[in-house]
């Protein structure tokens, strides 16, 4: 098991303060700014973040790693397939 805490993150995606949809919109508008097999962080405020991105990531292919909860926000991470 990865500890996410620790990974090297190809892209930062901060939607901190932003309310559903916009995580996951600024998730889908920067994956393309994400190396392929790279991991993009996105930190969200908002906890439906995780389900979206869970859903999303199912959808495309792309791998979810799962989330890290921080002081009043989530990192949520995937990698993206190659």
Not at 7 to 18: C, F, I, P, Q
Not at 28 to 42: A, D, L, S, T, Y
Not at 68 to 74: C, K, L, Y
């Amino acid at each position: 098991m990865t500890d996410l805490k620790t990974v090297k993150v190809a892209k930062l995606v901060d939607a901190r303060g932003t309310a559903c949809p916009g995580p996951m919109l600024e998730a889908k508008r920067r994956i393309g700014e994400c190396p392929v097999g790279g991991i993009m962080e996105v930190q969200s405020s908002d906890k439906g973040t995780m389900v979206d991105i869970q859903r999303w990531c199912k959808k495309m292919g792309h791998d979810y790693m799962g989330d890290v909860a921080n002081d009043g926000f989530w990192s949520v991470y995937f990698l993206r397939k190659v």
